[in-house]
C-alpha cells in the first residue's frame, strides 16, 4: 500500500467511532421490488440486517439488487416453490446474477442464499 494511501486510510478511520470499525463495513443496497409483494417483504428484511444498509431511492455508489424477469412458479402438495433470478448492479456495472429458488413457506432458503450473493457482488465474500 502506498504511504499516501496508507495515511488516507488512517486518518478517514479517525472520523469512524471505535464500535463501528470492528464491525463489518456497511454496504448500501437498493432493492428494485418484483411484482410478489411477500417476497419483496422478505427481500426488504433480509436487506435491513447488518452490514447492509437499505435505501428507499436508487443512490449513487449503491449496490443494486433486482428481479428483472418473472418468478417461476411450480405447485406442489407441499405448497409452490419460487424460482427467480436476480441481478447485482453498481453503478450501471453488471456484477454479476444468481437464481435463487424456494418454498413459498420457507423464503428464508432464498434470502440467506441473496445475501450471500449480495454479498459476494458487493465484495465483502459470501458465507
Not at 452490514?51 to 449503491?62: D, K, T, W, Y
Request: negative net charge; proline residues 4%; glycine residues 8%.
Amino acid at each position: 500500500m502506498s504511504r499516501k494511501l496508507a495515511l488516507l486510510t488512517a486518518g478517514a478511520l479517525a472520523f469512524v467511532p471505535k464500535g463501528l470499525q470492528a464491525q463489518e463495513q456497511a454496504i448500501s443496497v437498493y432493492f428494485e421490488p418484483s411484482r410478489n409483494q411477500q417476497l419483496n417483504n422478505a427481500i426488504t428484511a433480509a436487506l435491513t440486517q447488518a452490514p447492509f444498509v437499505l435505501h428507499a431511492q436508487h443512490i449513487p455508489g449503491a449496490l443494486v439488487v433486482d428481479i428483472p424477469d418473472r418468478i417461476g412458479v411450480d405447485r406442489t402438495a407441499d405448497g409452490s416453490t419460487w424460482t427467480f433470478t436476480v441481478t447485482f448492479t453498481h453503478d450501471g456495472v453488471s456484477l454479476g446474477q444468481s437464481v435463487e429458488s424456494c418454498n413459498e413457506h420457507k423464503l428464508s432458503d432464498c434470502t440467506e442464499q441473496l445475501i450471500s450473493d449480495a454479498k459476494s457482488a458487493a465484495g465483502m465474500g459470501g458465507n
